[in-house]
């Protein structure tokens, strides 16, 4: 796979600055800085909307960080050099507030960047089947990767041994590869797509309300 290199860091702005944020927050959490605002919660419907997206630089442990942080760049930035900061933004933007809604939702608060990772992997792997330019996007020991990743944390969830996101995961993933259909079809198709995506994130923020979340 083909990924971007330090010295792209200059031209990868939108996918640096999320990961500069990432790594200042958590910093202010080590130095004990009070992080209550940017969580996931109910509040969300109440006029701080923000935290469905800050809650993704919210990261367990500096490890946890370190991991989401390599995806991002290496998946981020190469969507970025490949598409353009605007892309890359919807990219991150659009699966990461679907993803935190829906784990909340169904599981409750999340924290980090997993959906993202899995909405840009699987993203990128759709994109890969559809334009030549995305081919070298993602490889298949890097896809096989993830994939085993995802069953395994489903098991540690299962067992009880480690508490994962595995919802943000899969919708992230479910969720990147409708957004990517948005962006290389056109004309009907486009359109088709677009308004299925905007349907089931609209549902998914209604399921995720104070409304609806008490009956999902």
Partial sequence: MSHPQLRDV???PVTSGLILISCITMLMGAL????NRVDMSS??????AWRIWTTILLHG???HLLLKCFWIGR?????????????????FAGPAAAAS????????????????????????????????IYRDAI???????LIGWGILCVGLTVL?????????????????????????SHGAQRLVSAGLFVLIFTSIALAASPVMRPRV
Avoid at 75 to 91: K, P, T
């Fill in 61 to 63: 442990d500096f490890l």
């Fill in 160 to 184: 009880d041994l480690w508490q994962v996101a595995n919802i943000a995961h899969f919708g992230g993933a479910a969720l990147g590869m409708l957004g990517a259909s948005v962006l290389l």
């Fill in 32 to 35: 004990d800085y009070e992080l």
């Fill in 43 to 48: 509040l969300a419907f109440d006029g701080e």
């Fill in 101 to 132: 809604l829906l784990e909340y939702a169904i599981q409750g608060p999340a924290i980090g960047l997993s959906g993202m990772v899995y909405a840009l992997a699987a993203g990128l792997w759709y994109a890969g089947r559809r334009r030549v």
């Fill in 75 to 91: 998946l981020g930035g190469y969507l970025e050099l490949q598409a353009g900061h605007l892309v890359v933004l919807a990219a």
């Fill in 10 to 12: 200059p031209r990868l």
């Fill in 139 to 145: 490889d298949d020991s890097t896809l096989r990767f």
